[in-house]
T-cell receptor, first 111, second 114 residues
Framework: GEDVEQSLFLSVREGDSSVINCTYT??????LYWYKQEPGAGLQLLTY?????DMKQDQRLTVLLNKKDKHLSLRIADTQTGDSAIYFC???????????FGKGTKLSVIP | GAGVSQTPSNKVTEKGKYVELRCDPI?????LYWYRQSLGQGPEFLIY????????DSGLPNDRFFAVRPEGSVSTLKIQRTERGDSAVYLC????????????FGPGTRLLVL
């Protein structure tokens, strides 16, 4: 497809793991990003992965990259109520300065 | 350190009016970007500056939109003859140099055109 695609909603219980999935458009994209947006706020960079990596771990966050399927996922371990937000997947296609974003996944954490 | 700042945080205007939105990038960042985020959507690219020059303005929707960065730091996004469809959050980002660099976003300006 032409768009970066994400499921729109995800609901998890506090303490469980959350997995947010994304399908991106260009298998040659060099960097892939996850941004977090809390209500009324701007975008906060959570983590990114370089295209020659399969996995990146940063504290509670684990990013998995499947280049063959153009699939990116973000796992949040021990999800907390403060993790409730919209999570955006984004790519930078080769030769481009632009970030191309998905529509975002709204994560709701149930106490 | 100081992040990207944007002013005003909210702007309400009437259809047909002119508005200016300001962005202060992170000090030392030569690359600056503007994005527009409509309700329920991800941000969409508008324009990219490298220094003082607009290196890519392919995302500007029409000639009512214009942006400047005269001294290579602060940028202003200008919208003429605003329309209701211009209502959105306008996000600014900066990065250290350009291609391949992580973009850091400001809090955005929420524009409402009545």
């Amino acid at each position: 497809g032409e768009d970066v695609e994400q499921s729109l909603f995800l609901s998890v219980r506090e303490g469980d793991s959350s997995v947010i999935n994304c399908t991106y458009t260009d298998s040659s994209s060099t960097y892939l990003y996850w941004y977090k947006q809390e209500p009324g706020a701007g975008l906060q960079l959570l983590t990114y992965i370089f295209s020659n990596m399969d996995m990146k771990q940063d504290q509670r966050l684990t990013v998995l990259l499947n280049k063959k399927d153009k699939h990116l996922s973000l796992r949040i371990a021990d999800t907390q109520t403060g993790d409730s937000a919209i999570y955006f997947c984004a790519e930078t296609p080769p030769g481009s300065y632009q970030l191309t974003f998905g529509k975002g996944t709204k994560l709701s954490v149930i106490p | 350190g100081a992040g990207v700042s944007q002013t005003p945080s909210n702007k309400v205007t009437e259809k047909g009016k002119y508005v200016e939105l300001r962005c202060d990038p992170i000090s030392g960042h030569t690359a600056l970007y503007w994005y527009r985020q409509s309700l329920g959507q991800g941000p969409e690219f508008l324009i990219y500056f490298q220094g003082t020059g607009a290196a890519d303005d392919s995302g500007l929707p029409n000639d009512r939109f214009f942006a400047v960065r005269p001294e290579g730091s602060v940028s202003t996004l200008k919208i003429q003859r605003t329309e209701r469809g211009d209502s959105a959050v306008y996000l600014c980002a900066s990065s250290l140099s350009g291609m391949g660099e992580t973009q850091y976003f400001g809090p955005g300006t929420r524009l409402l055109v009545l």
